[in-house]
Structure formats: C-alpha cells, structure tokens
C-alpha cells in the first residue's frame, strides 16, 4: 500500500514554481505597519491572505479587526474527533530604509541565486505561505486537510502586536486548540531542521532629556548650562559596566541561573563564531562577561539603545545647544523577567542617573514576554520526526534572541506548548535591506509543515 501522503508530496513538488509567484504577488503589497501614513496596506495584505486562503478549502474565512491593523483568519474545520492546530504567523513586515542600499526593489522580489530578496519574504509571509501551501496540497491531493487547523495572520507583530491580546480575548473561542505551531523563526544553519525552544521577551520605551525651552546659542550659552545631549550620552553610557553587565537596579533579579545541562547543550551546536561575525557584517563579539555569545543571545537579557537624536543633523554647521535628546531603548528579557517591571526599574534608574536642572521623561512603548518551552512534551518528537522526514537530518533544538509575543500569551491560554517551526536563515537579512528566503528551505518547509499535519492526526487528543 502506498502511503496516504504520498500524493501530497507529489503535489508539492509539482507546484514548486507556482507557490514562488504566489508568494511574490502577495509581497508587492508593502504592509509595513509601523508606516501610519498607509494602513490601507496592511489591511490590503490581510484582504489578500484571507481570500487566497478561502480557495484552498477553508470552511470560514474572516478579517478580524482590532483598534490599530487588522489580521486575517481561516478555519478547516474536518472532523471533531481530530485534534486541532492552530497556527500562526504575521502579515505585517518591516520599514525598507535605507532603500538606497538594496539591489533589487524591496516590494518586486526577484529571484538570484536560490534566493528570493523582498521585504516579507521570509518574515513573515513566505513562513505564512508555507502553511497555506501546505494545507492546499492536502485539500487538492486528498480531498481535504488530515486534522482540523485554524489559521491566525496578525498585522501589528512588527510594531509589538499591541493589540493582540484584545483580539485574542475577543477571540478566545475561535482560538482553542490542541496544538499551537508558529513558523518565524531562522534554522540553525543552512539544512539543519531547528525547533526553537525559547524566545526573549521586550520591553521598548523612548526616553527625553530637556533642559531648556529652544534650542540656545552655544557662543551665547556653551559652558554655561546643561547640553542634553551629552547628558543623556553619558546616562545612556552609564547603563552597562566594563564587564557588560547592565547595571539597573533588580534588572537581573529575576533572571533564572543557566543550568549545566542548558549549558551543555548550547554548547554542542556546531556555532561557529568567526562565521557568525563575517556573516554578521560585524567586526567583533562583544557582551556580557562570563558567557559564550550564544548564551548572551539566546538566556541573558539584553539592554540596547535602538535610535538617538539630538540637536542639528542638517548639512554643514549650525552653533546649538539641543533644547532635547531623545533615544529609543530597549531590552530583551529572559524569564522570569517581566517588561513593565524591567521598564519601571530602568525608568527609576535613569532618572536617579539625571543631573538637577534636566527632565527625564520615559514612555512605555510596548512589550512581550520571554518563552521557553517543556521540551519533554510529547509534541516535541512529533515535531522534530515530522521536521527530520522534510529535510533527512536530525533537528536540533535551539533558542533565539528575538520576540514573538503571541508565543507566551497563547501558551498561557490554551496550556499547551507553542511549537516554533522555522524555516529562516541566520543571516537572512530580516529587517534590514536584501531581506531573503531560501527557495529550497520553502519548498522543504511546505512538506515540513504536511508532514507535522500528518503525524498529528496519528496523535490521540486530549
Ligand atoms: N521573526 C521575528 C522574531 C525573531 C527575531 C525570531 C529574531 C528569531 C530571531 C519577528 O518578526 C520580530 O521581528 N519580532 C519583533 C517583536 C517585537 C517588535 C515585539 C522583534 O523581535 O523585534
Ligand atoms: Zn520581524
């Protein structure tokens, strides 16, 4: 007897082509949620997703709305007594400054190499489209999808999902489910199926120093009052200590000790840290003494300055003292770190740092919470066999350094573990100019996913 998937595989493969300019035609649409100036192309892109999606045999389609972007969302419903998956991903992607420094145009992806380079590609809609490709092959070889899947698209992940959570509790009866798979994550390496176990969490803010009405004459006035830019140089600079420990009070309170054995395991990735730095397109690595850059990426949080501005920034010279300064900050966490408490302690912090006569103002932006997954439950082999079949290597487990924050909400909600089944490259370029995706990782990808809808429907539900 055959096997039942064969078909879908055969699908799969002799669709490879048509699945590219798919994902093409879906990443001319610019949904880059953070640019307020153009929501109708967020909303675009979920009207896009939602009605290629009502093709491939879903039993509802809708656009759920939310008070910023909206997200798209479909449903197979099959059979009761079959368990449930949910996945999810996101529609939203990017800004494509600096433009100048791409090769091709960030929304006409074009193919070089094995690649294809667009802003989206890979985060998130390729990964999206995986699924969607997926669950067609199913519908078309086999008449229908094998367990019953919910499919959830948000438009705000880029900017914080900050309006997740109200959707979700709006939602929560929509979004019950028996298994949770999120696919936006990177591989370990080029052919290495990875399961991502852990994600940090975020806590953003924008933090002012003012010192004085308008901008001052700095003949008239220099030497003689507060510069705030230097002020908040020198407060922001004061946040780390020479051994780049961070240096805000309770910061690392919560933090959980890294066991041997976590350790261990780290350790016996293939990382390659020269490679790393080279493909990194930086020069060194640096951080948080007493631990491997891996261990500082993916168990130690973090505390950046994203973007500072102060004072005259036009061309040639200009004689001031900024009025104000102004930086982005912020801070990946590790659990059991919680980002209103990290932002509260930071703000306390900074503002002990400030010299009389200066105002510190700090604003909460968003945050997300850190994510570390019981990698002894059972849907963890399902996962790795079903990833391992697709790409014929063993999966590893790895964690990453950045943030999903649906991750660790629908964990708590549903109880269940989320798995992070991803399909990027390290150096793929995410959110930065020349943004690519693997063709051959998405054309193993979309048989990755079928095999884990396949292995799941072998499962017995709880
Ligand atoms: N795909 C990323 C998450 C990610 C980043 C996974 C790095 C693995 C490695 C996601 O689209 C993203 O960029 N998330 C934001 C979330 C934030 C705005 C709350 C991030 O991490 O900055
Ligand atoms: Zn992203």
């Known amino acids: 007897m055959t096997d039942p998937i064969e078909p879908v595989v055969t699908f799969i493969d002799a669709h490879r082509q048509r699945f590219v300019d798919e994902l093409v035609t879906w990443c001319k649409i610019p949904s880059i949620s953070s640019d307020a100036a153009h929501p109708e192309e967020v909303r675009r892109s979920a009207e896009h997703l939602r009605a290629h999606l009502a093709t491939l045999g879903a039993t509802s389609t809708a656009i759920l709305e939310t008070k910023g972007h909206p997200a798209a969302y479909a449903e197979w419903k099959v059979d009761p007594a079959l368990p449930t998956l949910l996945i999810y991903g996101h529609h939203d992607v990017q800004p494509i400054d600096p433009l100048p420094a791409w090769h091709s145009p960030p929304f006409d992806p074009q193919v070089r190499e094995g690649r294809l380079y667009g802003r989206g590609v890979v985060d998130d809609k390729g990964q999206v489209l995986i699924h969607a490709n997926a669950i067609e092959a199913f519908v078309r070889a086999r008449g229908?999808?094998?367990?019953?899947i919910k499919m959830l698209v948000e438009g705000e992940e880029e900017i914080g999902s900050v309006h997740l959570e109200d959707l979700m509790q709006r939602e929560a009866a929509r979004l019950t489910a028996d298994y949770v798979v999120v696919s936006d994550t990177a591989m370990f390496g080029r052919g290495i199926p990875s399961l991502c176990v852990g994600l940090r969490g975020i806590a953003y803010f924008d933090v002012e120093v003012s010192a004085h009405e308008m901008d001052l004459h700095s003949g008239s006035f220099g030497g003689g009052v507060h510069n705030p830019a230097l002020v908040l140089a020198r407060m922001l600079a004061a946040l780390h200590d020479e051994n780049g420990h961070v240096t805000v009070e309770g910061f690392y309170e919560k933090v959980r000790t890294l066991t041997d054995a976590e350790r261990a395991e780290i350790a016996s990735l293939p990382f390659d840290e020269r490679a790393w730095i080279a493909a990194s397109g930086t020069h060194a690595a640096v951080g948080e003494r007493g631990f491997t850059t891996l261990e500082r990426l993916w168990t130690r949080p973090s505390l950046e300055c994203n973007g500072l501005t102060a004072g005259w920034q036009g061309h040639g010279p200009k004689t001031v003292i900024p009025a104000f300064a102004r930086a982005k900050v912020s801070c990946r966490l590790v659990p059991d770190q919680d980002?209103?408490?990290?932002?509260?302690?930071?703000?306390?912090?900074?503002?002990?740092?400030?010299?009389?006569?200066?105002?510190?103002?700090?604003?909460?932006?968003?945050?997300?919470?850190?994510?570390?997954?019981?990698?002894?439950?059972?849907?963890?082999?399902?996962?790795k066999r079903a990833f391992s079949r697709a790409f014929g290597k063993p999966t590893v487990f790895i964690r990453e350094g950045g943030s999903i924050p649906f991750v660790r909400t629908i964990a708590d909600v549903t109880g269940k573990p989320c798995l992070l089944m991803g399909f990027g490259q390290p150096d793929e370029n995410a959110h930065a100019p020349n943004e690519w995706l693997d063709l051959e990782n998405f054309h193993l990808g979309i048989k990755s996913a079928a095999f884990l809808y396949d292995e799941l429907a072998r499962t017995t539900h709880t």
């Open 144 to 148: 229908r999808v094998p367990i019953n």
């Open 339 to 383: 980002p209103k408490e990290i932002a509260a302690q930071v703000e306390a912090h900074l503002a002990k740092l400030a010299p009389a006569g200066v105002k510190v103002t700090t604003h909460y932006i968003h945050g997300g919470r850190p994510y570390l997954a019981p990698t002894d439950h059972p849907v963890f082999e399902i996962a």
